[in-house]
């Protein structure tokens, strides 16, 4: 058998597969099975004319769902929920009254944009103090000794402990 056309699925195949079985061609069978994909999304039980999104949105509609929760809060959009306001004037009920109709991203981000928190993330902790300008400009700076000198006292202290 040759073709040009990709075995996806075993609903391509017909009844090949089977026959394979019945008449004990282990070759042909092996052959059959090694030709399909390995991907689960690709068996027959899946149908292959529905694109994801238009599946999850016929599951959402069917069963009835919300939107999901944003998983980050869009601050260039000035998009930050706080329904923690809520909680404090109508209690628990209320928050969650609140959190079902306006649901908060479940994470916040700091202050600064995610591609600099990925950077900031490898830094240093002097680089991150000083990107945040936390180092302080008086506080007294430790000059080290020459290196020479470093190896002149270390010679005198070994000189001392032996």
Not at 104 to 122: S, T
Not at 132 to 145: F, G, S
Not at 147 to 157: D, G, S
């Amino acid at each position: 058998m040759r073709t040009s056309q990709l075995i996806i699925n075993e609903n391509q195949l017909g009844t090949r597969l089977n026959q394979a079985i019945v008449d004990h061609r282990r070759g042909e069978f092996g052959l059959l099975l090694a030709m399909l994909s390995n991907d689960a999304r690709d068996m027959a039980q899946f149908n292959l004319e529905q694109t994801p999104s238009d599946l999850e949105a016929k599951l959402k509609r069917q069963f009835e769902l919300p939107d999901a929760q944003p998983l980050t809060s869009a601050l260039h959009l000035g998009e930050d929920r706080d329904n923690s306001e809520q909680f404090h004037q109508a209690g628990l009920c209320g928050f969650h009254l609140q959190q079902y109709l306006n649901p908060e991203p479940l994470v916040h981000r700091g202050r600064d944009p995610l591609a600099m928190q990925e950077v900031l993330a490898n830094c240093d902790p002097v680089t991150l103090a000083r990107f945040h300008n936390e180092l302080d400009a008086d506080a007294p700076v430790m000059e080290l000794p020459h290196f020479t000198e470093q190896i002149v006292r270390q010679r005198a202290l070994g000189d001392i402990l032996a």
